[in-house]
């Protein structure tokens, strides 16, 4: 059975009252995309140390855009991947530049979430997840990102059925949960994910949530 909106929203409010109101996003689309590029597989620490050793070599986004990519590489190299990701992040810009005529992107805020999520998932490496978070976090637009800790404590919860991908659990999220909430309970979903509902072990025994939740810890 679907959940309705009031379990949402009691979920949500049991989260607020553990981890609190989370931090309001950062603001700039562009450095969005760019740091959520840059923590692909990685952890926040590595994906911030990456971020700021690029911000440090190359001052502006046409600096990393026209940048050696041997040189990017090697500024983002603690973020893991970086010969994956330096290119991911040049062609992206490229593309805004190629596109837009200025590495900018402000304009996606006249754009509907769904032309906005067209055009970002157009990027090559630019998925569901990264667009979403684009999109709500630096232009409050009504998008639900959803990673593996969001797609792993929704599915345990009940939210979404068992076997639902983790592309598929956006649309089905952003049907379900209230567009007000989709910033603090998105973050306070993967605080959860961390810090209690964890892939393995979860500890339901102290989770705010188990009164609510659809699964008791299955055998693994
Ligand atoms: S009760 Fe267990 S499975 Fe359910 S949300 Fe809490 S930790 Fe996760």
């Known amino acids: 059975m679907t959940p309705d909106t009031e379990t949402i929203i009691t979920l949500h409010n049991l989260l607020l009252a553990e981890y609190g109101e989370p931090e309001p996003p950062r603001r700039d689309p562009v450095a969005t995309l760019v740091l959520t590029i840059l923590s692909q597989n990685t952890n926040d620490r590595n994906r911030d140390r990456a971020y700021e050793r690029l911000r440090a070599r190359f001052p ?95 599915r345990r919860l009940g939210l979404i059925p068992e076997r639902t991908s983790r592309e598929k659990a956006h649309r089905l999220l952003e049907a379900l949960i209230p567009p007000e909430i989709y910033y603090p309970f998105h973050i306070n979903l993967i605080e959860h994910g961390r810090a209690v509902c964890r892939a393995r072990r979860p500890e339901c025994e102290r989770c705010v949530l188990r009164e609510h939740c659809a699964q008791t810890v299955r055998p693994r």
């Open 60 to 154: 502006t986004w046409e600096a990393v855009r026209d940048a050696p990519e041997a040189a990017l590489v090697e500024a983002i190299r603690p973020a893991g991947l970086a010969p994956t990701k330096a290119p991911r992040i040049q062609n992206a810009l490229r593309r805004i530049t190629a596109e837009r005529g200025a590495v900018t992107l402000d304009f996606l805020d006249s754009m509907s979430v769904e032309e906005g999520r067209a055009w970002l998932t157009s990027i090559p490496g630019v998925g569901p997840k990264t667009a979403a978070i684009v999109l709500l976090f630096a232009l409050g637009k009504p998008a639900f990102p959803v990673d593996t800790h969001v797609h792993r404590v929704t």
